[in-house]
């Protein structure tokens, strides 16, 4: 007997440092007529400007728009994970989330790229560009294990090659090209008859385990996360040792968190002054089209605006040399 077959609809973006012009590019080259729909996870700062949707539209063949919360998800439209909100998916219908960040981030590729595998299934595409760190490859995993595709930017091709460097490492892929060559192949990928299979255990699992399961009936010590679940802990044991235990049953001595908390800040900082890099690239963006629009005097704010943008990663970036310096001695 033939299995049954169904579309592949649903196109999941991360990326962070260098996602601007990445995701521009990979828009420009959808067909408008796309039958899936897109949703795209960029890092942002909270409470940055959110310029990042008009400066998609000026690329994008399909409608772009913020996510919303409640918002129904249709076919041939992109939707963007708004500044210091998780991306999440029920059924047909997508919800902001406020939660915990994860991986240093609000909005987290992996929180979206777990949805996306447990609610969508085989129907998923799971895509991961240029960006630093490692969110989205285990996602991307979880896409993967649920039947879903993964398309990676090719590592030598990308302005910040750790994020797509990770997700090869981590969930591997079914295709490793370009970020040119990348939209014809999603929209083949859509094309596809994918099987009829349900969600894979693994993705529901890996779901799951994003949930909150801390037990409000242990005694948690306020304010100190586990470095590899970030649930509360506890202490446990001899109090002299000061040993500390989450709910999934972490453990960690006080040397350890110390230790996780100078490498947190270290990261910490540095998201930050990529932040304020894409903030800058992204005003020099907006910039270029105002003048080529013909509009000077636009142009001429973006300009001045991205100039103290740029002044303001100078500044951040000798904070953060100075402040993780401290941090490490301080271990």
């Not at 002054?273 to 001429?300: I, M």
């Amino acid at each position: 007997m033939a299995t049954a077959g169904i579309q592949r609809d649903l196109i999941v973006i991360g990326t962070s440092a260098g996602g601007v012009d990445a995701v521009s590019t990979l828009l420009a080259g959808l067909p408008a007529d796309l039958p899936a729909s897109v949703l795209v996870i960029q890092h942002q700062l909270a409470g940055s400007i959110p310029y990042l949707v008009d400066i998609l539209r000026r690329h994008s063949t399909l409608p772009v728009t913020w996510a919303e919360e409640g918002a129904a998800v249709e076919h041939g439209h992109v939707y963007v994970a708004p500044p210091d909100s998780h991306l999440l998916l029920t059924d047909g219908h997508l919800r902001l989330d406020g939660g915990a960040r994860e991986n240093y981030s609000r909005p987290s590729i992996d929180r979206t790229f777990r949805s996306a595998a447990e609610l969508y299934g085989p129907r998923a595409i799971g895509v991961v560009l240029t960006g630093m760190l490692d969110d989205g490859a285990r996602g991307l995993a979880a896409i993967r294990a649920a039947g879903g595709r993964a398309v990676v930017q090719d590592p030598t091709t990308a302005a910040f090659p750790e994020l797509p460097t990770n997700a090869l490492r981590v969930a591997g892929a079914d295709r490793t090209l370009p970020i040119v060559a990348i939209p014809e192949t999603l929209a083949e990928l859509v094309a596809e008859t994918a099987p009829d299979a349900p969600v894979g255990w693994h993705a529901r699992r890996a779901a799951v385990l994003a949930l909150p399961l801390a037990d409000p009936s242990l005694d948690f010590e306020a304010g100190l996360l586990c470095a590899k679940c970030a649930g509360p802990m506890r202490l446990v044991g001899d109090p002299h040792a000061r040993r500390y235990r989450c709910a999934q049953g972490h453990l960690s001595d006080a040397a350890e968190i110390l230790t996780r908390a100078a490498d947190d800040i270290e990261s910490a900082m540095w998201t930050a002054v990529r932040a304020l890099q894409d903030r800058a690239q992204a005003l020099r963006v907006l910039s270029r089209d105002a003048d080529q629009a013909g509009d000077p005097a636009a142009a001429a704010g973006y300009d001045r605006s991205g100039r103290d943008a740029e002044m303001a990663v100078t500044r951040a970036r000798q904070l953060a040399l100075d402040v993780v310096e401290r941090a490490r001695k301080q271990r």
